[in-house]
């Protein structure tokens, strides 16, 4: 893919953090109390810097048993420090499609939801750099990992908004980790496209998006196709920004994410 402007990179950041990215009164959910079933943490490093975050537990959990989990990274509108928004508002049916009966029957993931503080990115898509918040929110994945028997061929990444420039992030810096990704309405400059192609992607998009303009997203795809990866593209007509109270009740949702397994997708790392 050509280089954009950097410009044109910084002010697509500017909207996505400042104008979308999660917002409660828009989204046709709205959790109205806190949500017991996503235990409250609080992640602490040897430096004393500190992060918020929600771990959703499958219910008859088992600790003999390996499993899978969504990694979840949320919006702009979910940045703070309450341990609520990442999980509620906009980001609600992100996080709480995993967690229903049925779709735990399914896939009996955790779900992991750090928050971004104010005012701090995911990451940038200019140089798909990991943002000391991105990496504090893989340190906490990584206490999760030591904590419970996550299975490590199942971690699936998912963002929208300023959560997916986190997923492409992650997607070009640690390709071999993950087993699948959903990445929504967030446009990147690609970095390391060939690594992309290790990892089955689902990218979702509506085409009157005043945010992320769908033209930027169609050609990031093209430009994805020809390094060789194969993403899924699920494009939604007269669907703006919030393209999630689409993409979360999409019916193949689960069932594909469910059969994505990072052995059988990789090929050995070089």
Avoid at 46 to 69: H, I
Avoid at 98 to 109: C, D, S
Avoid at 229 to 239: K, T
Avoid at 240 to 254: I, N, R, S, T, Y
Wanted: net charge positive; proline share 7%.
């Amino acid at each position: 893919m050509p280089v954009l402007r950097t410009s044109i990179h910084f002010s697509l950041l500017f909207a996505i953090c400042v104008h979308a990215g999660g917002s409660g009164q828009a989204s046709a959910q709205t959790l109205k109390k806190d949500d017991f079933a996503f235990r409250k943490k609080m992640y602490a490093n040897k430096t004393g810097n500190k992060m918020p975050y929600r771990l959703f537990v499958p219910a008859n959990y088992d600790a003999s048993q390996k499993y899978p989990l969504i990694f979840w990274l949320h919006g702009a509108n979910g940045r703070g420090s309450d341990n609520l928004k990442q999980i509620s508002g906009g980001n609600e049916l992100a996080t709480h499609v995993w967690t229903t009966p049925a779709n735990q029957a399914q896939l009996p993931a955790f779900v992991l939801a750090p928050q971004c503080p104010e005012d701090r990115f995911w990451s940038e898509p200019e140089m798909n750099e990991i943002s000391p918040q991105l990496q504090m929110a893989l340190d906490i994945l990584a206490s999760v990992q030591k904590e419970f028997p996550i299975d490590p061929d199942r971690i699936y990444l998912a963002g929208q908004s300023m959560g997916g420039l986190g997923v492409w992030a992650l997607l070009q810096a640690q390709p071999d980790r993950w087993a699948a990704a959903l990445a929504l309405c967030a446009f990147d400059n690609l970095t390391n496209a060939k690594g992309i192609a290790r990892v089955p992607v689902w990218v979702f998009q509506g085409d009157v998006d005043m945010t992320v303009p769908v033209d930027l997203v169609r050609q990031m795809v093209k430009d994805l196709k020809k390094s060789g990866a194969q993403p899924r593209y699920s494009e939604y007509h007269n669907v703006g920004h919030q393209v999630w109270e689409k993409a979360f009740v999409e019916p193949d949702l689960v069932p594909w994410l469910a059969a994505q397994k990072r052995s059988a997708s990789l090929p050995a790392a070089k």
